[in-house]
């Protein structure tokens, strides 16, 4: 039985009971005819929080020793882990504090807030996670106050595993999983209960493709930090993986798949437009992977674990614009016009085509702005229109530089 270091995930389900709700574990007929397999989705989105964090913080806090706990814990983060150790604070009458990077929006400290309730104090410090984590560790260390991570623990892995345990008392005859991974407690907590349970059953987890930290992991053997990430995918976004999970996810994860950011930003849309559920972006990561696994889950039941839903409505457009960009339906161009009259007309009436729109139109110059180059942003119907458009502009004698081929120009003037 797998299982080395003695996790008691059932005990783990009676101590989070009384506090983290049961998720409920949802058939998906549009995937599962997509995909000619049988879908279901558990919806940790709809967790009391918002995410599965809950389970592993309360987990953990719940079994700190009175006298260890009695001046308090301590955490560090800008997202669902906060959230997580908030509400535990509260429920469990413990004093905590939050360190938050200053840059956090303003929505995710009014959330982590209102769940503590009054038994927390946040903490805005360093302009990234690092320099956060730094200071809350010294604070921990000066207040003799006891750490909570995010993931690096036994017993919050132990209290991601109940998410597994609810999966396998629902459909126990589970063939394959898709698990979002960023630090991997989910995945090596949920993981190991799968596997005890079902050596055969399959194990797939996902990262995103600009912070693939786990795959990195992987391939060196060992867990590394890598030097820079994307940090879109914010609650799958870590440099390094964990100390303790890494061991775990090595030995019990039968795939890493990597998720395009822009391919996650298209099922989110899919997701909250065709099934009314709102997923975060590291939510979004296990469904955004079933057209790289489609031939491997054909004909079997397979959950996806949607692991939070915390979604800032103020990222949408962001969102938007990012799957956009991935289906190649939007494209930007820096567009020298023709010195000669009426050349934006003819722009407009015979280079686009017909269900081509001009989303943003700025010339890029201060002085003599008509007569210099534009910064033209066109919104396509089919990506199949890229190609004649670009061959409309050529013909017409308008010298181009696509800027979604050079992404150093773009994020500069995109």
Same mark, same amino acid.
């Given at each position: 039985?797998?299982?080395?270091?003695?996790?008691?995930?059932?005990?783990?389900?009676?101590?989070?009971?009384?506090?983290?709700?049961?998720?409920?574990?949802?058939?998906?007929?549009?995937?599962?005819?997509?995909?000619?397999?049988?879908?279901?989705?558990?919806?940790?989105?709809?967790?009391?929080?918002?995410?599965?964090?809950?389970?592993?913080?309360?987990? $953990?806090?719940?079994?700190?020793?009175?006298?260890?706990?009695?001046?308090?814990?301590?955490?560090?983060?800008?997202?669902?882990?906060?959230?997580?150790?908030?509400?535990?604070?509260?429920?469990?009458?413990?004093?905590?504090?939050?360190? $938050?990077?200053?840059?956090?929006?303003?929505?995710?400290?009014?959330?982590?807030?209102?769940?503590?309730?009054?038994?927390?104090?946040?903490?805005?410090?360093?302009?990234?996670?690092?320099?956060?984590?730094?200071?809350?560790?010294?604070?921990?260390a000066e207040n003799e106050m006891t750490f909570v991570p995010p993931f690096d623990h036994y017993?919050?892995?132990?209290?991601?595993?109940?998410?597994?345990?609810?999966?396998?008392?629902?459909?126990?005859?589970?063939?394959?999983?898709? $698990?979002?991974?960023?630090g991997g407690g989910l995945a090596s907590g949920a993981g190991t209960y799968f596997k005890q349970t079902n050596p055969n059953m399959v194990l797939i987890g996902v990262e995103p493709e600009g912070a693939p930290s786990m795959d990195a992991a992987f391939k060196a053997g060992r867990p590394i930090k890598l030097a820079q990430i994307n940090r879109f995918i914010d609650g799958a976004a870590v440099k390094s993986v964990g100390l303790l999970t890494y061991p775990i996810c090595r030995e019990i994860l039968d795939e890493i798949l990597l998720i395009p950011e822009g391919k996650v930003c298209t099922t989110i849309l899919r997701l909250y437009n065709e099934e009314a559920i709102v997923a975060e972006p590291a939510g979004a990561l296990a469904v955004a992977s079933l057209d790289l696994c489609a031939a491997q889950i054909k004909g079997k039941k397979?959950?996806?674990?949607?692991?939070?839903?915390?979604?800032?409505?103020?990222? $949408?457009?962001?969102?938007?614009?990012?799957?956009?960009?991935?289906?190649?339906?939007?494209?930007?161009?820096?567009?020298?016009?023709?010195?000669?009259?009426?050349?934006?007309?003819?722009?407009?009436?015979?280079?686009?085509?017909?269900?081509?729109?001009?989303?943003?139109? #700025?010339?890029?110059?201060?002085? #003599?702005?008509?007569?210099g180059p534009a910064l033209v942003g066109i919104e396509l119907k089919s990506p199949e229109d890229y190609t004649s458009l670009v061959s409309r502009m050529k013909e017409f004698k308008f010298e181009i530089i696509e800027l979604n081929q050079d992404q150093t120009l773009f994020e500069y003037l995109v």
């Open positions: 039985m797998l299982n080395p270091h003695n996790f008691d995930f059932l005990a783990a389900v009676n101590r989070i009971k009384s506090v983290v709700k049961r998720t409920p574990l949802q058939h998906n007929a549009r995937l599962s005819e997509k995909y000619d397999c049988e879908v279901y989705l558990k919806r940790e989105d709809l967790q009391l929080v918002r995410s599965y964090k809950l389970r592993g913080a309360y987990n $953990m806090i719940s079994q700190i020793p009175t006298q260890q706990i009695k001046n308090g814990i301590v955490c560090a983060s800008a997202g669902n882990h906060a959230q997580g150790v908030a509400y535990s604070c509260q429920a469990l009458k413990i004093k905590g504090t939050i360190f $938050m990077p200053e840059i956090t929006p303003k929505q995710k400290i009014n959330q982590t807030t209102l769940f503590g309730n009054g038994w927390i104090d946040i903490v805005l410090v360093g302009d990234t996670f690092d320099d956060c984590l730094a200071e809350a560790l010294r604070y921990t017993h919050v892995i132990e209290g991601q595993g109940t998410v597994g345990v609810e999966i396998l008392e629902d459909l126990p005859d589970t063939e394959v999983v898709i $698990m979002p991974i960023g397979v959950v996806c674990i949607i692991s939070g839903g915390n979604n800032d409505i103020e990222r $949408m457009q962001e969102i938007k614009e990012k799957s956009l960009l991935f289906e190649g339906l939007k494209h930007y161009f820096i567009v020298r016009f023709p010195q000669r009259p009426g050349a934006l007309k003819l722009f407009v009436n015979e280079v686009l085509g017909p269900h081509d729109d001009i989303t943003r139109f #700025e010339f890029i110059k201060k002085t #003599e702005r008509e007569s």
